[in-house]
């Protein structure tokens, strides 16, 4: 989180968010007024946060992350437009930080040149829509950060888009995973595309795909930006 994101939740009067990004700042909240409810109720969730400002309350919607990177923000911001505008709450998007960047850090430096993000979930993308994604960012040779890679439900999407990537680049390509980036107990590992179907992931997981140049060394993935040394 930013010092900026802790003075918003300061400032509020109601926290609304997913039920376990809640139980994460719990230590921020206090004893302040919260909203919160389970996974797949963003729409209802993030209405009751604009009916709660509506009513002229300072409400914070808190997404994990940064909230413009597959959290609230969006989906707040197209909820108020259906607000009458005499009554329309102003609302302030507070960036946080990304996964990806948290993890790159941990890792080292793979995200020092071109990268694409890609989500793996298929609640809101279809699955072969996120393929297609994946095969043109391959392609087109960009480090690639996914989220969300594998769960119960979709336990073989990782390795379908490893076996995408490795069209284009060989085995030895490293990858980076890490779990539970920027929250207690963070850990990662450093393997390459041709190992990573052994690898334990799962939904907490950021896996980090380097590109054709990536290198290992000293146990930290870098990805050279193209200075003369």
């Known amino acids: 989180m930013t010092p900026r994101a802790v003075d918003a939740l300061e400032q509020s009067d109601i926290i609304v968010g997913y039920n376990t990004y809640i139980a994460l700042i719990k230590d921020l909240i206090g004893d302040k007024e919260v909203v919160g409810n389970g996974m797949r109720q963003e729409v209802d969730r993030c209405q009751k946060a604009v009916d709660l400002a509506v009513e002229g ?31 329309r709450p102003e609302c302030i ?20 040149h071109d990268y694409a993000v890609i989500s793996l979930s298929d609640l809101m993308t279809p699955w ?26 979709r336990a073989t999407y990782l390795n379908e888009i490893r076996d995408i990537v490795m ?12 779990r539970k980036a920027g929250r207690p107990g963070m850990n990662w590992t450093i393997t390459d595309l041709e190992k990573l179907p052994d690898e334990d ?10 590109n054709s140049n990536t290198y290992v ?13």
């Open 57 to 87: 309350n300072k409400v914070a919607v808190v997404s994990s992350g940064d909230p413009g990177v597959y959290g609230m923000a969006g989906l707040v911001l197209e909820l108020i437009q259906k607000v009458d505008a005499q009554k």
């Open 93 to 112: 998007v507070i960036p946080g930080l990304t996964a990806a960047n948290t993890s790159a850090a941990a890792l080292g430096a793979p995200l020092m």
């Open 128 to 153: 072969n829509q996120i393929k297609k994604r994946a095969d043109f960012a391959a392609q087109g040779d960009f480090v690639i950060a996914i989220y969300n890679p594998k769960s119960r439900g």
């Open 167 to 178: 069209k284009y680049r060989k085995p030895e390509t490293p990858v980076g995973i890490v």
């Open 201 to 210: 992931v799962d939904m907490q997981s950021t896996v980090i795909i380097g």
């Open 217 to 229: 060394a000293d146990g930290k993935m870098i990805t050279p930006r193209g200075y003369k040394l």
